[in-house]
Structure formats: structure tokens, C-alpha cells
């Protein structure tokens, strides 16, 4: 029962272009999302978050676009740099209070190709 | 400053085995947290603790416990290691109030 799904295992992207990367949930409770970054031997760090009060969030070359209806977020990543390939994890959470017992998908390997 | 701690970085273990993964933030943060990932899966939550003294079980408890006796420590505790308990474990901490989680850099736990 996999509440939070990224459907696509590896992406890969030249530099300069746009980075899309892809979130699907089930659980109608789930009311924040966040992105995580991971790198090889490094824990995840939090990279943006968005409520579902809103449909946009933006932060430098990052945005997240969350469609309540579709149940489906989105990250764009433009421009895409190489610093940028790492794993990307969606992860959602049903109330924004309190303990943040969050819900991973199973990440999308970025490649940003030179 | 630190942030969140975690050791050992690697270990292996025989089954049967007991072990403790340790946890330290030095963030004076409410909760924390410890998630363990499987190969090509997402992270899962084991145990969670919103204060000393006060811990709950996440989606995934069987087979580990954990206490908190101060705000700076949070252990995982495998009493007796299985084969399914392989993974890369993960403690995290998030203050109350600023709704991100922060990471360790994890520990590769293998059962063999």
C-alpha cells in the first residue's frame, strides 16, 4: 500500500534545461508535501515544502506545484545544474502539527548530463 | 555545530545479535525520529518521540525499541537482528513549530 508513489525511477537531463520530477498520493488526508535531497552517503536534506492551502511554492531555481484534485505535486528544477544530480524523494504528511510523521515516496534518481 | 549525529556509520551483525544505533542532535529539537530504507524503496518511519521521556510507535516498530531519557538522545535498539532488518538506518529531528525534518548521514546495518 504505497500512499506516496514517484513513478519514475531515474531521470536524466542536460544542464540548463528544466528538471521535472513527479509525486503521486492516494491519502486524501495528506495536507503538506515536502522534497528532499539525498546524495550517496549523506542523509536526505530538505530542499522545499508546500501546503495544501496553496498550489505554488517557488525558492530560487525551485519550484513545487501541488494539483489537490489529481492528487499529484510536482518539482521543477530550472535551470538544472550538476550540483542538482542527487535522489529526490516526495514525501507527504496529514496534518502540519505537532510530530511531522512523514510519508516517503521511493525516490527519482536525477542526472544532470554536461 | 553538529546537527544530527549518528554512529556507527557501518556495521554488520550475525543473527540473533543485539546492537544499539545511536543518535544525537544537538538542536535542543523536540522530536525526533528514526526511519530505516530498503533498496530502491522510500524511507519508513520505525519510532518517533515528540519529548524525553515520550516515545510512539511509527509504521514499522516490530523488532526494535527505543527510549529517550534526555532531548539530545534518541537510540534504536535491535534485540534480536533478522535478515530483514538490513537497511540503511536514519535519525532525524525537526523543532516544533518549523516543519522540517533534519537528517543524519545514516548507518548501513547488515544481518547476515
Known amino acids: 500500500d504505497q500512499q506516496v508513489k514517484q513513478n519514475s525511477p531515474s531521470l536524466s537531463v542536460q544542464e540548463g534545461r528544466i528538471s521535472i520530477l513527479n509525486c503521486d498520493y492516494t491519502n486524501s488526508m495528506f495536507d503538506y508535501f515536502l522534497w528532499y535531497k539525498k546524495y ?26 501541488l494539483n489537490k484534485s ?20 516526495c514525501a507527504a504528511s496529514a496534518g502540519i502539527q505537532g510530530a ?10 536525477l542526472t544532470i548530463n554536461p | 555545530n553538529a546537527g544530527v549525529t549518528q554512529t556507527p556509520k557501518f ?8 546492537m544499539t544505533l545511536q543518535c544525537a542532535q ?27 521521556g515520550i516515545t510512539d510507535k511509527g509504521e514499522v516498530p516490530n523488532g526494535y525499541n527505543v527510549s529517550r531519557s534526555t532531548t539530545e538522545d534518541f537510540p534504536l535498539r535491535l534485540e534480536l537482528a533478522a535478515p530483514s532488518q538490513t537497511s540503511v538506518y ?12 533534519f537528517f543524519g548521514s545514516g548507518t ?3 544481518v547476515l
Request: with cysteine; glycine share 10%.
Open chain 1, 40 to 65: 550517496p552517503a549523506e542523509g536526505p536534506t530538505f530542499l522545499i515544502s508546500i501546503s495544501s492551502i496553496k498550489d505554488k511554492n517557488e525558492d530560487g531555481r525551485f519550484t513545487v506545484f
Open chain 1, 70 to 89: 489529481a492528487k499529484h505535486l510536482s518539482l521543477h528544477i530550472v535551470p538544472s545544474q550538476p550540483g542538482d544530480s542527487a535522489v529526490y524523494f
Open chain 1, 100 to 109: 511531522q510523521k512523514l510519508v516517503f515516496g521511493q525516490g527519482t534518481r
Open chain 2, 11 to 18: 556495521r554488520i551483525l550475525k543473527i540473533g545479535q543485539s
Open chain 2, 26 to 52: 544537538d538542536m535542543n529539537h523536540n522530536y525526533m525520529y528514526w526511519y530505516r530504507q530498503d533498496p530502491g524503496m522510500g524511507l519508513k518511519l520505525i519510532y518517533y518521540s515528540v519529548g524525553a
Open chain 2, 90 to 101: 536514519f535519525c532525524a529531528s525537526m523543532l516544533a513549530g518549523v516543519e522540517k525534518l
Open chain 2, 108 to 110: 548501513q546495518l547488515s
